[in-house]
């Protein structure tokens, strides 16, 4: 099997799928596993394309006939990778991502020990809650739910290889793009630990994952 698997998480808002989708336009050789999900369609969403949209007994049988590689409960719906698909492409030498979160990130790291996990992280933390707002799918209370499942989720940050600072899509993609070319952005578990403390005391990063402006209570000169 010559295909590597790559897998990509990060907080609600954070600008997952609109990387993806530039990564996806930048390098043909670049493959999207499409998730399964127990949740309704938003607005604009394409069943087969964004995700396969299916009821919870369906999903129910997917687990229990082994045709899911990962599968998690977040934001009060199923999500899931077909493995089906990722194992045929894997299987013809391609490289695939998967657009996924960190419990289902986690399980393919078991499965997949070379899978490249790359997180993607928001310049600050007041970044993300403005991004949330602005995509305007969820309602306030749903908005307030993800910002604190985001404060949870940065703890995951240390159990990936890489990290990108999505400040601007086209970085963010370049930066990944050096990932893939095995350059750039080795998370440390001391890196990790400091980026997480600086995000939750409202530091701001560059694109490089450098302090660019620390909270009042982070950095004293």
């Known amino acids: 099997m010559g295909g590597r ?27 999207l596993s499409v998730s399964v999900t127990t949740r309704s369609p938003r607005p604009g969403e394409i069943d087969g ?3 396969y949209f299916v009821d919870y007994s369906t999903f129910k049988k997917m687990v229990a006939t082994d045709r899911l590689l990962e599968w998690a409960y ?22 695939v991502i998967l657009e996924i979160d960190m419990q ?24 993300l809650k403005h991004r949330l707002m602005k995509r305007g799918t969820e309602e306030m209370d749903e908005q307030q739910l993800r910002l604190l499942r985001s404060l949870q989720e ?29 350059v ?22 560059d694109e490089a994952g450098d302090i660019r402006r620390a909270g009042e209570n982070y950095w004293t000169p």
């Open 74 to 95: 977040v934001h009060g719906s199923y999500y899931g990778t077909p493995k089906d698909f990722v194992m045929q492409h894997l299987e013809q030498g391609r490289k």
């Open 184 to 205: 750039d952005f080795v998370v440390t578990e001391d890196r990790a630990r400091t980026m997480v403390e600086s995000l939750r005391k409202g530091g701001i990063f």
């Open 104 to 127: 289902g990130a986690m399980q393919v790291r078991r499965r997949f020990p070379d899978a490249i996990l790359i997180f993607l992280l928001p310049p600050s933390l007041d970044e």
């Open 5 to 31: 698997l790559i897998v990509i998480s990060g907080p609600s808002g954070v600008g997952k799928g609109t990387v993806v989708s530039e990564l996806l336009n930048r390098d043909k050789e670049l493959v």
């Open 49 to 51: 394309k964004d995700y």
């Open 154 to 182: 940065l703890d995951y940050l240390r159990e990936y290889h890489f990290f990108v600072v999505n400040v601007e899509v086209n970085q963010a993609v370049e930066n990944i793009m050096k990932i893939l070319s095995l």
